[in-house]
Structures are given as C-alpha cells and as structure tokens.
C-alpha cells in the first residue's frame, strides 16, 4: 500500500480482555516496528521482525505481549489479559532496512476501562 | 540505560526566525541519528536523518551532528506556524537494524 495502515484506529476494552492490533507495512518494506507512545513521551521500542522473524523483542514489557507477522508482511499485536497500565497508542513503522529511517502508520490509541 | 535527552520546550520563536533543537545521547558508539516531527494527535514523521559529523541541510532545515560532544541538532530557518509541533530526536543504539531510541521531544511554538 501507499502508506502504512493500522487498525482499528481506536479501541476501548475492558481490564483483563484481549485484543488485537493490525499492522500493514509499506509494500516491499523488510522491516517493521512496534513502538508504544503514553502522553507527554516519545515513542518506546517494543519488536522488531526482519521478514517473518522477531529479530528484537527486548522491548516487549512482559509476557501478556506477543507479535507475529506469519507471512512477512502483515504484523499483529497481541495483549492478553490487558490491565489500565496498557493504554497508550501502539504505532507501527516500516522500513526497506537501509538506514533511512522509517514510515509509521497512524496508530492505535488503546484504552484500557 | 542509553538514554536521548531533550528539553521539553516549549520554544517559542516568532514567525520567520531561527528555531533550534537540541538533542543529547549517552552511547558514544551510535552512528545513526534522526529528526522527526509530531503533529499533536498524529504519528510523528521523518524529517531528516544524519550519520556523519557536520551538517546536513534538505530545504530549510539543517540537521549538525557532533560526535565528540554526543549532541544533534535541528535548525529551522524561516519558521512558519505550520512548523509548530513536538521534534522528537532519535538515536539509533542498535549498530544498524534502527531499533532506535527516542527522546521525550520538543514542543516548538511558531508565533505569527
């Protein structure tokens, strides 16, 4: 696609659900990221994936977080048993891996309730 | 902890003056740096990223990196009220795969 996209834009869950964030990079981009970013903070690292692989989940705060990108495009994030402390926008970023920076989606403002 | 260190701002500077950003980093091994600006309620978006000691100009910012003295910095020349938003410096501590570490950023204000 032309940019990066995410969805759903918003999502508002209840503490202890689970729920599912959709990342899809720029086509032909390598790389992808999953940053998180709380109000008045600049974005933190949470996994890279070269291709299909977790190159980097360092970090990735506990074990209630997982992500995939099976076929080396599309990336989900997964949060189990979500807790308040999880709310924050959860941005995607893609990247041809040569150094140029990256593409970040528009992000998915999650609440926690 | 490799850390990226900005003032929170706000700067304020009138239309048509000279904005400047700083940065500071703690790894003195890190090679790749990047500017990106953040409209309030948006992602942020890549403005320049620069690898070398110096200065690197693209239009009316200059990006100047000084290694030895662990500092990058962004200037906007001829600031507009568009250029109002948080500059967020990042820092590249991964040694190429650019899992890279953000400052808190700066909020420029751009008075007409």
């Known amino acids: 696609g032309a940019g990066v996209s995410q969805t759903p834009s918003n999502k508002v869950t209840e503490k202890g659900k689970y729920v599912e964030l959709r990342c899809d990079p720029i086509?032909?981009?390598?790389?992808l990221y999953w940053y998180r970013q709380s109000l008045g903070q600049g974005p933190e690292f949470l996994i890279y994936?070269?291709?299909?692989?977790?190159?980097?989940d360092s970090g990735l705060p506990n074990d209630r977080f997982f992500a995939v990108r099976p076929e080396g495009s599309v990336s989900t994030l997964k949060i189990q048993r979500t807790e308040r402390g999880d709310s924050a926008v959860y941005l995607c970023?893609?990247?041809?891996?040569?150094?140029?920076?990256?593409?970040f989606g528009s992000g998915t403002r999650l609440t926690v309730v | 902890q490799k850390e990226v260190e900005q003032n929170s701002g706000p700067l304020s500077v009138p239309e048509g003056a000279i904005a400047s950003l700083n940065c500071t980093y703690s790894?003195?091994?890190?090679?790749?740096f990047f500017w990106y600006r953040q409209y309030s309620g948006k992602s942020p978006e890549l403005i320049m990223f620069?690898?070398?000691?110096g200065d690197k100009e693209d239009g009316r910012f200059t990006a100047q990196l000084n290694k030895a003295s662990q500092y990058v910095s962004l200037l906007i020349r001829d600031s507009q009220p568009s250029d109002s938003a948080t500059y967020l410096c990042?820092?590249?501590?991964?040694?190429?795969?650019?899992?890279?570490?953000f400052g808190t950023g700066t909020k420029l204000q751009v008075i007409p």
């Open positions: 994936f070269q291709g299909t692989g977790a190159a980097d």
């Open positions: 990042a820092v590249d501590y991964s040694g190429g795969y650019q899992k890279v570490t």
């Open positions: 790894d003195r091994g890190s090679q790749s």
């Open positions: 620069i690898y070398s000691n």
């Open positions: 970023a893609s990247s041809l891996g040569g150094g140029e920076g990256y593409t």
């Open positions: 086509s032909g981009h390598t790389a």
